[in-house]
């Protein structure tokens, strides 16, 4: 069940949700549309199961981060995390989630939803993440906790678009230094509301 589960991960990542067929994903998973209904339930349930799945491995940079004892560090890790995660071998380049989530019709509106959430959930995160580096001095007291983190997410989407469009792992790895030796950024609601 477990390399099943893998395997329909995967061909959600390739293909997102609306793109994955049930003959797709019950080929790549070695098993019978009934085997799949009777163990993962419908489309929906299995694809709830793959990102849950994708979230506990190529998408576990984001609890990492928030783990790190410094914000710079939480940058760095999940700036870093995305690369890997959109670069890994032998897995689709990208993000499970925004490939999943962009294109799509009215049978792929719960799922958008569902990934907003689990993407809000993260920024959630990092938002509290950088409060607390606020409140311990360790980013300066103007900072804006909750945009710090849009901005972290904004650049961690745009590797996985870059990733998705043909950029190798070392390409990117510049690319999220670059973006870090100018960490912390200088960014403030007040900064933002005056442009």
């Known amino acids: 069940m477990d390399e099943a589960l893998e395997k329909a991960m995967r061909v959600f ?16 998973m070695g098993i019978s549309r009934t ?3 009777a163990v993962f339930g419908n489309k929906e349930e299995l694809f709830r199961k793959a990102l849950a799945r994708y979230a506990d491995g190529p998408a576990s940079y984001g609890v990492a ?19 890997l995660s959109a670069t890994l071998p032998g897995y689709p380049a990208g993000c499970l989630s925004l490939r999943a989530s962009l294109i799509g019709g009215e049978d792929g509106q719960v799922i958008r939803a569902l990934l907003a959430t689990w ?11 950088f409060r607390r580096a606020v409140d311990e001095g360790d980013l300066p007291a103007e900072t804006d906790p909750a945009l710090l983190a849009r901005y972290l997410m904004m650049i961690g989407n745009g590797v996985a678009v870059q990733a998705a469009g043909g950029a ?3 390409d990117l790895g510049v690319i999220v230094d670059a973006v870090l030796e100018s960490w912390p950024p200088r960014l403030n609601v007040a900064d933002v509301k005056d442009r």
Do not use: C, I, K
Not at 14 to 28: F, H, I, K, V, W
């Open 168 to 170: 190798g792992r070392a």
């Open 65 to 83: 981060a928030v783990a790190e004892p410094t914000a710079r560090g939480v940058a760095m890790e999940f700036l870093h995390g995305a690369v």
């Open 119 to 129: 993407r809000d959930e993260t920024r959630a995160m990092l938002t509290d993440r």
């Open 35 to 37: 085997s799949m209904y």
């Open 13 to 28: 990542w390739q293909n997102g949700y609306e793109g994955a067929s049930l003959p797709d994903l019950t080929e790549a």
